[in-house]
């Protein structure tokens, strides 16, 4: 799942190179971080948090399937 974010990720950064993805996984949970260059963070955002939100939704469902839950921060 950690490079199914890092693609989406990097596809929608203006500096693909600045991204970092790292994924920690404890049982059933699996925490996702994403940290990304300084003037990228309203693009992984988006207007109101829909592009955040709906990266969210992609995991949750992608975890139903799995049997996992997977969790999307964003770190600065």
């Known amino acids: 799942m950690k490079e199914a974010v890092e693609k989406i ?3 929608l950064v ?3 190179d600045a991204v970092e993805v ?3 996984s404890d049982g059933r949970s699996v925490r996702i971080e994403v940290r990304v260059g300084e003037g990228d963070m309203g693009r992984i955002i988006g207007r ?3 592009t955040i939100k709906a990266i969210r939704s992609l995991l949750f469902y992608a975890g139903q399937k799995q049997g996992k839950r997977f969790h999307l921060d964003i770190v600065e």
Request: proline share 0%; hydrophobic share 25%; net charge neutral.
């Open 22 to 24: 790292s994924e920690i």
């Open 14 to 16: 203006g500096n693909a």
């Open 48 to 50: 109101e948090g829909r």
């Open 9 to 11: 990720v990097k596809s």
